[in-house]
């Protein structure tokens, strides 16, 4: 249900699990057993954990918005961190010359010394590109508006 908000918490570098294919009660014994917090559109859901957010809006501004509310010191630039499909550890990777580079990465502006970012767990490539641009835009726009 929050997936979009999922990626965008992990843009800023948030530790952001996502529950798929688990019943309200498998959703609240994981959220506890790792201590984490939980967001939820579902007010039954929400109301088995205490560590939780009910989030009303089904737009993505207005639950970021909601999220920054409940922790005013959300960070809100974008960090290569986490990786937004998988939540994995993304670190610097050096790609070496004769491997090819993956479709779709800028090889000219690697070799010109565009850093790149490589998620531990299922290898995705990241790198600061025009998507990141709007992001970054996106998350400014979002945090210049009023927290109510
Ligand atoms: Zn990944």
Same mark, same amino acid.
């Given at each position: 249900m929050l997936g979009r908000l999922t990626r965008y918490l992990r843009f800023v570098g948030l530790d952001t699990a996502y529950a798929r294919g688990l019943t309200d009660h498998e959703v609240a014994t994981w959220a506890r057993t790792e201590g984490r917090f939980l967001l939820t559109r579902d007010r039954a859901l929400a109301g088995q954990v205490e560590a939780s957010l009910l989030l009303h809006s089904a737009a993505l501004v207005d639950q970021?918005?909601?999220?920054r509310r409940r922790f005013p010191d959300l960070p809100t630039e974008v960090r290569f961190d986490r990786c937004t499909i998988c939540n994995g550890v993304?670190?610097?990777?050096?790609?070496?010359?004769?491997?090819?580079?993956?479709?779709?990465?800028? %090889?000219?502006?690697?070799? /010109?010394?565009?850093?790149?970012?490589?998620?531990? /767990?299922?290898?995705?490539?990241?790198? %600061?590109?025009?998507?990141? /641009?709007?992001?970054?835009?996106?998350?400014?726009?979002?945090?210049?508006?009023?927290? %109510?």
């Open positions: 970021w918005r909601a999220v993304l670190t610097p990777h050096r790609p070496s010359g004769d491997r090819p580079l993956p479709a779709g990465t800028p %090889e000219e502006r690697v070799r /010109a010394g565009l850093p790149l970012f490589k998620c531990q /767990a299922c290898g995705h490539l990241y790198w %600061e590109g025009s998507h990141t /641009a709007d992001v970054r835009a996106r998350l400014h726009a979002w945090t210049a508006g009023p927290i %109510e």
